[in-house]
């Protein structure tokens, strides 16, 4: 596979214009992953760069197999073909997202749970619809698929009430390197699945605390064995995930679309928002969560319409 980037001469304020938008998007993206039950891919697949970055991150893979079997000149070749910039400045959009909005949102997720819950409803209602118009055909098939996926997933996060830990629950190290590689394999490809949020999968593996317990006791060796199977995770799942794309695309799609609709069990407003997947009747506080659903989807779908307006070209993949 030849180079992503395009051969052309760049623009240098065309170059700049689509920095600081990629910085948006990984902006977006980092903001979303702090959310139980949505997604930075949600976000990837709303702005239009899901494939892209799927792409990218496949080649990358690629090069790791190379650089493990000493194939210089195909890594030469490999390294080239990635898209530095592009990937640099969405990777920093997300680490200033988590840096700068961490506490911003947790507050507003604990002060305002059920308003909070209903905006972000909205926002995977308004990427369903948008997922929904990239299917290519809509048959039996394709819609078996969307129930199946989402009602696996629905009834899977219904395994645990809670979506977080509870307060005072000891943030130790006591399982072995082998478990938090295997943890970081599957929190990382959840976290590129629009629809599931690699956190809530930590909760939901008992790795959670265990994951923040390393970052604070600086437990090297665990955190080490979770980046690697971080590392490994997401390049076999990239290069399974890109050729499921290129052969499957239109039931890979609608499995997306049914783990967006199983993941709303998370953020159903009521009766404590996200903090649980117990399901509820709307009750007290009905009308601002409504209303912020509303306009949360009603922004997704402008969001989109705009882009497709405008034009994607920078993202585009030919």
Partial sequence: M????????????????????????????????????????????????????????RIGARGLKQLLTGDGAGLKQTMADIEWVWLISLLAGILAAIAALSSVLERLLEEETIAMAGLFFGLVVGTIWIAWHLLERIDAATLTIIAGVGIVLFFLLGLREDTGVAEGTDEVVTQPF??????????????????????????????????????????????????????????????????????YRNQVIAAMIGLMLGSMRVLWPWPNGTFTTTLAAP???????????IVGAAVVIAVEHFSSRVGTMPDSLD
């Fill in 2 to 57: 030849g180079s992503v980037a395009s051969s052309a001469v760049p623009d240098p304020r065309r170059s700049l214009l689509s920095s600081v938008a990629q910085l948006a998007r990984g902006f977006a993206m980092g903001a979303a992953d702090i959310v139980p039950g949505v997604s930075g891919g949600t976000v990837a697949l709303v702005l239009g760069i899901y494939d892209r970055l799927i792409l990218n991150i």
């Fill in 178 to 247: 082998w478990v938090f590689a295997v943890a970081g394999a599957i929190a990382i490809c959840a976290m590129i699945l629009p629809g599931i949020s690699g956190s809530f999968i930590l909760v939901m593996l008992g790795m959670y605390t265990e994951v923040l317990g390393a970052v604070n006791d600086r437990d090297f060796g665990s955190l080490t064995a979770f980046a690697i199977g971080c590392v490994a995770g997401l390049a076999l799942f990239s290069t399974l995930l890109s050729w499921l794309l290129h052969h």
């Fill in 283 to 293: 009750s007290g506080e009905i009308a601002l969560p409504i209303v912020l659903a």
